[in-house]
């Protein structure tokens, strides 16, 4: 766990799965998207919040934007 993270950590990975997206499109994201909530270091991978992740995607879909890009 990282300090201060109560929340699920997930990879992109993961998150691609979850939103419908492919990984490669959820590093673009992470790395272009200054909105894009943090992520973190895991050994190989990098991880983010669940949570943070979501409400992303949420507030994404509602600026007019598709989950499915």
């Given at each position: 766990?990282?300090?201060?993270?109560?929340?699920?950590?997930?990879?992109f990975?993961?998150?691609?799965?979850?939103?419908?997206?492919?990984?490669?499109?959820?590093?673009?994201?992470?790395?272009?998207d200054?909105?894009?909530?943090?992520?973190?270091?895991?050994?190989?991978?990098?991880?983010?919040?669940?949570?943070?992740?979501?409400?992303y995607?949420k507030?994404?879909?509602?600026?007019?934007?598709?989950?499915?890009?």
């Amino acid at each position: 766990m990282i300090p201060g993270m109560e929340h699920d950590l997930i990879t992109f990975t993961e998150l691609a799965r979850r939103v419908g997206l492919s990984q490669q499109r959820i590093s673009q994201l992470a790395a272009t998207d200054p909105k894009f909530p943090d992520t973190f270091p895991f050994g190989p991978v990098r991880v983010v919040s669940w949570e943070e992740a979501e409400q992303y995607f949420k507030e994404r879909k509602q600026r007019g934007r598709q989950v499915e890009e």
